[in-house]
T-cell receptor
Framework: AQTVTQSQPEMSVQEAETVTLSCTYD???????LFWYKQPPSRQMILVIR??????QNATENRFSVNFQKAAKSFSLKISDSQLGDTAMYFC?????????????FGKGTKLSVKP | NAGVMQNPRHLVRRRGQEARLRCSPV?????VYWYRQLPEEGLKFMVY????????ESGMPKERFSAEFPKEGPSILRIQQVVRGDSAAYFC????????????FGEGSRLTVL
């Protein structure tokens, strides 16, 4: 069975600085997707960034980038130039490719606070 | 708003009552997924449905819980004879026919069982 571990329950960062959120996962699959979702106080889950395991290049979306280390089964999220609106819970998630679509395995989340 | 719509946003039930949660997917999406989020936890997959079919219910409790996605109308997650442990946020997500790995989530329905 796949598992996703987020070892940092809470983190804080000063506005405009950079922060990295950690995520490790365990799987015997070779092809899969990894995601970072953001859940602000409104509770809606918003996709931040997605990585396909067969792609070597790390995904980037504006201020958000990942460090995907497939051999180490690590998938960290870097937020550059942090903004107050980045304050939220961040969830790392895994999905097996070709399996039951949408069966995402989530970590327990990291609560990020961006301080002015 | 063409996103995933869930209602009600908040639902309060007494133990033993029934709870019905509704989800309308993104227009054009035929795949619906239900997740449950307990306090201080990540989301846990419950069930995956396509129109009129349950594809994967491996995360659904065997008793009291059921889900449907009829040909017409929203998907419904039904919890019979609710207990306090059912108190949680229930999220619906939808996806298209091509498995891109991306799901679109609704804002969730928070069930409180008194």
């Amino acid at each position: 069975a796949q598992t996703v571990t987020q070892s940092q329950p809470e983190m804080s960062v000063q506005e405009a600085e950079t922060v990295t959120l950690s995520c490790t996962y365990d799987t015997s699959e070779n092809n899969y997707y990894l995601f970072w979702y953001k859940q602000p106080p409104s509770r809606q889950m918003i996709l931040v960034i997605r990585q396909e395991a067969y792609k070597q290049q790390n995904a980037t979306e504006n201020r958000f980038s990942v460090n995907f280390q497939k051999a180490a089964k690590s998938f960290s999220l870097k937020i550059s130039d942090s903004q107050l609106g980045d304050t939220a819970m961040y969830f790392c998630a895994f999905m097996k490719h070709g399996g039951s679509q949408g069966n995402l395995i989530f970590g327990k989340g990291t609560k990020l606070s961006v301080k002015p | 708003n063409a996103g995933v719509m869930q209602n009600p946003r908040h639902l309060v039930r007494r133990r033993g009552q029934e709870a019905r949660l509704r989800c309308s997917p993104v227009k054009g999406h035929s795949h619906v997924y239900w997740y449950r989020q307990l306090p201080e936890e990540g989301l846990k997959f419950m069930v995956y449905l396509q129109k009129e079919n349950i594809i994967d219910e491996s995360g659904m409790p065997k008793e009291r819980f059921s889900a449907e996605f009829p040909k017409e109308g929203p998907s419904i997650l039904r919890i019979q004879q609710v207990v306090r442990g059912d108190s949680a946020a229930y999220f619906c997500a939808s996806g298209g026919t091509v498995n891109t790995g991306e799901l679109f989530f609704g804002e969730g329905s928070r069930l409180t069982v008194l």
